[in-house]
Nanobody, 124 residues
Framework: QVQLVESGGGLVQAGDSLRLSCTAS????????MAWFRQVPGKERDFVAA????????DYADSVADRFTIARINVQNTVALHIHRLKPEDTAVYFC?????????????????WGQGTQVTVSS
């Protein structure tokens, strides 16, 4: 079983930057595809970004590709999401997810483990 814990969310102003972090338990972190999703109450959980096990490949939703960067530090079992030029539309709960099968899919169903989420609220 993998446990994921997100941190770094908060109340920020439009145009600000944030660094979200997700720390995983276990010693096989480098084998997992890691991703970030976000969800607004009453709406579907949407894909944001993914990164392959060794960090060589990344994938971004079109809506965030120019402002978000995903990275991982495997020795720390950590994946980060750097968010720049935040917009009110970025307001959501951001979830970290792990795919132990090391797939490459944007669907929530592909991911095996989820954190509890961290709230990002962007005011204008």
């Amino acid at each position: 079983q993998v446990q994921l814990v997100e941190s770094g969310g908060g109340l920020v102003q439009a145009g600000d930057s944030l660094r979200l972090s997700c720390t995983a338990s276990g010693g096989t972190f480098s084998r997992y595809t890691m991703a970030w999703f976000r969800q607004v109450p009453g709406k579907e959980r949407d894909f944001v970004a993914a990164i392959s096990g060794l960090g060589g490949s990344t994938d971004y939703a079109d809506s965030v590709a120019d402002r978000f960067t995903i990275a991982r530090i495997n020795v720390q079992n950590t994946v980060a999401l750097h968010i720049h030029r935040l917009k009110p539309e970025d307001t959501a709960v951001y979830f970290c997810a792990a795919d132990v099968e090391a797939g490459w899919d944007r669907s929530t169903t592909t991911y095996d483990y989820w954190g509890q989420g961290t709230q990002v609220t962007v005011s204008s």
